[in-house]
């Protein structure tokens, strides 16, 4: 017992030791920063030689950014995931599980994943650690911190099922991480071929299932076998984007479905060590199938869910085209929040939703910063707005109370349509017309007389416009709604996809 204790007040000697050199270490490097930066401004005036140094967030551990001074650099993507991004991969992949696990009292055969270059320049590879780890495999590292491979983490060690992962990386990813892909792909590889019970592997399970369907839908052996392991999806190359967000906004959809396709055929183009781009629907439709929760990692306020229209395509069009190809009820969406470090936490995107619309669209000190800005503030309301209104047309999870405070705060509060009109009635008009469609659409369910007094108020909103512009066309409170069958190019490019769903179908009777 005494050599037990003993052991243990080493233990921590040695470690409060290492922190308080660590402390050293990072108070000498703050001091040299001072003086760094005078020496490499003045170098820099004269043309001289700046030595390079890494960049990156010191909250997130990386004090190799100090001192400043330096030419620094974004990344060194050969070294992610970090050793600290690999603890919070892990933690992450835990609590996800677990959030899952709670809900439905089962593990998730498969998570969707939308992985984007944040998680490189600004996280490490925490995303893509939590991937990794949830597929059962962890890097191995060289002594200079570069990620040499994979080794599989056994079961006995996991204490759980390997979880199946479908990743749709953005094309920033696919152009300056291909790291990525390689790393995601070498770890499906080997965890689908391993000699393993299909019930302790769902990625062997898919595997062998999707073996069998592609086959069914006219593969042959050895393109089934090639595209039965593809887990990586992004559109072609060259081109960037997830495709919802241009349908959303230009109003060309009728249904979840429409939606869906347009999701899918931006996202049906295979990535891996031997592909770059293959046309695989066939691949990506049955892994949707399989998907049960779908994802994305937030690791700073200094974005949020509704800054660009791309989290709502990617992110909400997933899950969106999840639900319509399974027609589950099931699914889930969340994010995983890795702001703070020491507290990760998984919430559900209608909480995520909720949260943001507090924080700012309908608080008022965020509305009077923005108010100052004029018609630049103006237009980050009405984007905002249509965002939001994104997430409403890919999820369903904008509760109608957000509506109605949207409403009363934005369009019916007097003072602030004077406002409006008198720095940029273009962004009224759209946050107007956008209410207006919401409700056209059932997304929203205001009562009579609010729905009323909003169509008064967007009939005064054109009579402005019209006064501006003179004759001309403006779209106007008539939402016209078109989807593919109106456009015979865009229904073209639809066909690939279109024939993969139906195969899907056909193959699972």
């Known amino acids: 017992m005494l050599r037990y204790e003993l052991k243990v007040k080493k233990d921590v000697a040695k470690k409060v030791e290492e922190a308080f050199l660590r402390a050293l270490e990072i108070v000498e490097r703050i001091k040299r920063s001072g003086v760094a930066e005078y020496e490499g401004f003045s170098i820099g005036l004269s043309g001289g030689y700046i030595e390079p140094g890494a960049s990156g967030a010191l909250t997130r551990g990386k004090i190799e950014v100090l001192p400043t001074g330096r030419n620094f650099y974004a990344v060194d993507p050969t070294t992610l995931p970090t050793p600290a991004a690999w603890k919070i991969g892990i933690e992450t992949a835990e609590k996800l599980i677990k959030y899952y696990l709670e809900k439905h009292g089962r593990y998730p055969e498969s998570v969707g994943q939308v992985l984007w270059s944040i998680d ?66 070498e770890a499906v590889t080997k965890v689908a071929l391993l000699d393993e019970p299909l019930h302790m592997n769902y990625v062997k399970k898919h595997y062998v299932e999707h073996l069998s369907k592609l086959a069914e839908m006219g593969k042959d052996v050895a393109e089934a076998r090639d595209i039965a392991l593809c887990r990586v999806f992004c559109s072609p190359p060259g081109s960037y984007g997830a495709g919802v967000n241009f349908a959303v906004e230009a109003s060309a959809w009728k249904s979840d479905e429409d939606l869906a396709k347009t999701w899918i055929q931006w996202a049906s183009y295979a990535y891996s060590r031997k592909h770059f781009g293959k046309p695989a629907p066939e691949s990506l439709v049955l892994n949707l199938s399989e998907v049960d929760v779908v994802n994305r990692n937030h690791v700073s306020d200094e974005h949020d869910i509704f800054g660009c229209c791309c989290y709502f395509a990617y992110h909400g069009g997933f899950f969106n085209a999840v639900k319509a190809l399974t027609g589950r009820d099931d699914v889930e969406i969340v994010t995983v929040d890795t702001r703070d470090i020491s507290l990760t936490q998984v919430r559900g995107m209608k909480d995520e939703i909720e949260r943001v619309v507090r924080a700012k669209l309908l608080n008022p000190v965020w509305i009077d910063e923005m108010k100052k800005h004029g018609y630049r503030g103006a237009n980050e309301f009405s984007r905002k707005i249509l965002h939001l209104y994104g997430w409403s047309a890919t999820t369903k999870l904008v509760d109608d109370w957000i509506f109605d405070e949207i409403a009363k705060t934005y369009v019916l509060d007097e003072e602030m349509r004077r406002w409006f009109e008198e720095n940029n009635v273009w962004a009224l008009e759209e ?21 009323e007094r909003l169509r008064e108020v967007y009939g005064e909103i054109e009579g402005i416009l019209e006064e501006s512009i003179g004759e001309g066309e403006v779209q106007g409170s008539a939402i016209r709604v078109y989807t593919s069958e109106d456009d015979e190019h865009w229904k073209e490019r639809l066909t690939d996809v279109e024939k993969a769903i139906s195969l899907l179908k056909r193959a699972s009777k």
């Not at 780890?133 to 983490?153: A, M, N, T």
């Not at 946050?431 to 729905?451: D, F």
Request: hydrophobic share 45%; glycine share 6%.
């Open 431 to 451: 946050i107007a017309r956008r209410l207006v469609e919401a409700a056209e659409r059932g997304l929203w369910r205001p009562s009579e007389e609010l729905l």
């Open 120 to 185: 490189a320049y600004k996280a490490d590879g925490e995303q893509l650690a939590q991937i990794l780890y949830l597929l059962g495999v962890r890097p191995v590292w060289r002594p200079d911190g570069s990620v040499k491979g994979l080794e599989v983490i056994p079961l006995e060690e996991l204490k759980r099922p390997r979880i199946d992962c479908v990743v749709r990386i953005s094309g920033i990813v696919r152009d300056t991480l291909p790291n990525y892909v390689y790393l995601i792909d």
